[in-house]
């Protein structure tokens, strides 16, 4: 059974441009959960996706923008990079709207914005 | 709030030492969860233990104990006879509903 699947593993891109990030969620699960991991620091919440729309947002701005499809998927949009965007980020799926029932963990996509 | 403090940035130890790893939690819910992460190098976050703010009994897996104490707002973390493979980043975590608060993470070492 196929846990969480993140793509890319790793990334460069200019200050300035666009990225997007992929995540499929373990078989089952329908919800979809993104972190960001600055080097040397504990996962920041971002956003979570319920139903193919947005049900919690983190501390972070307008630039970073999700999408869930009808299979559970999701995508992280991060316009207009910066160099400070530079981090590890991690999806998490569980079968409930929250974690309280256990986070399932992708391996992440570590950004690097140069 | 939810705030989470692990005070220790990084441990060392010599296998087969026990070694506690401290976690400390702020919130005004009394309904919570708390849980312990480990991040090996490759970067995956792997669930240890889940521990609801209604059970404070302590929880014994392996070489792996957890205490929880609601009086200090503390959730501890010891392992007994480390072992290199145990060496990783140890996340201790907050949820009160929708998303996780994490510590800053306890960077452990064993050496052989």
């Known amino acids: 059974d196929a846990g969480v699947t993140q793509s890319p593993t790793h990334l460069i891109k200019t200050r300035g441009q666009q990225v997007t990030l992929r995540c499929s969620p373990k078989?089952?699960?329908?919800?979809v959960s993104w972190y960001q991991q600055a080097l040397g620091q504990g996962p920041q919440f971002i956003f979570q996706?319920?139903?193919?729309?947005?049900?919690q947002r983190g501390n972070f701005p307008d630039r970073f923008s999700g999408h869930q499809f009808p299979n559970y998927s999701s995508e992280l949009n991060v316009n207009a990079l910066l160099l400070g965007d530079s981090a590890l980020y991690l999806c998490?799926?569980?079968?409930?709207?929250?974690?309280?029932?256990?986070?399932?963990f992708g391996s992440g996509t570590r950004l690097t914005v140069v | 709030a939810q705030k989470v403090t692990q005070a220790q940035t990084e441990i060392s130890v010599v296998e087969k030492e026990d070694v506690t790893l401290d976690c400390v939690y702020e919130?005004?819910?009394?309904?919570?969860?708390l849980f312990w992460y480990k991040q090996p190098p490759s970067g995956e976050l792997v669930f240890l233990i889940r521990?609801?703010?209604?059970?404070?009994q302590n929880e014994i897996s392996g070489r792996y104990s957890w205490n929880f104490q609601k009086s200090t707002s503390s959730f501890n973390f010891t392992i007994t006879a480390s072992q290199v493979v145990d060496s990783a980043v140890y996340f201790c975590a907050l949820s009160e509903d929708t998303d996780m608060r994490f510590g800053a993470g306890t960077r452990l070492t064993v050496k052989p």
């Open positions: 996706y319920y139903e193919e729309e947005e049900r």
């Open positions: 919130t005004r819910d009394t309904t919570y969860y």
């Open positions: 998490a799926s569980s079968s409930d709207r929250g974690p309280n029932y256990g986070y399932t």
């Open positions: 521990r609801n703010s209604f059970d404070e």
């Open positions: 078989s089952g699960h329908d919800t």
